[in-house]
């Protein structure tokens, strides 16, 4: 099995930087295993969309079934839809930054941010295998 190393972070982006970055980004999804006590639900998805305006909850139903449909995730949990601080790390060894939900306070008042909307959960897919057999992180992003 091949090792995968830690994703290390270089710096951060400032904010000047995240606004340029997010520049035509229409969202981001990430997606990582789930702790293993998750068995029905192996993969942690965070869905970053590029506005900070609150959905209605039809609305973001209607966004949150579009993503399981377009994916092939299947059973999804643990759901937690609203605005958050995401900030961005850069490495050397990635193509695009990492987003980053800033959950803790001390982080948010040490890391540029923006605020995003945002949905985070534990689901099933056939698509993401890196993250629910290797449990490795990966993101990608899509562009207007």
């Known amino acids: ?13 400032e904010i000047s930087e995240i606004q340029e970055h997010l520049k035509n980004v229409e969202y981001i999804i990430m ?13 942690h998805f965070t869905i970053f969309l590029n506005s900070d305006e609150k959905f209605p ?13 377009e994916n092939g995730i299947a059973t999804p949990a643990e759901l937690m839809s609203q605005l958050m601080p995401v900030g961005f790390a850069k490495s050397d ?30 689901a099933d897919s056939q698509n993401f295998n890196e ?13 207007n």
């Open 93 to 122: 060894a990635q193509d695009t930054p990492m987003p980053l939900l800033l959950v803790d306070p001390k982080n948010q008042q040490t890391i540029p941010y923006t605020v995003m909307f945002v949905m985070d959960f534990l």
């Open 57 to 69: 909850k039809d609305i973001e139903k209607a966004i949150l079934d579009k993503f399981l449909e």
């Open 131 to 143: 993250a629910k057999v290797n449990k490795l992180t990966g993101w990608s992003y899509s562009y």
């Open 31 to 43: 997606a990582d295993g789930a702790p293993d006590h998750f068995k029905e639900t192996p993969i």
């Open 1 to 13: 099995m091949p090792v995968a190393n830690a994703i290390n972070t270089d710096t951060y982006l």
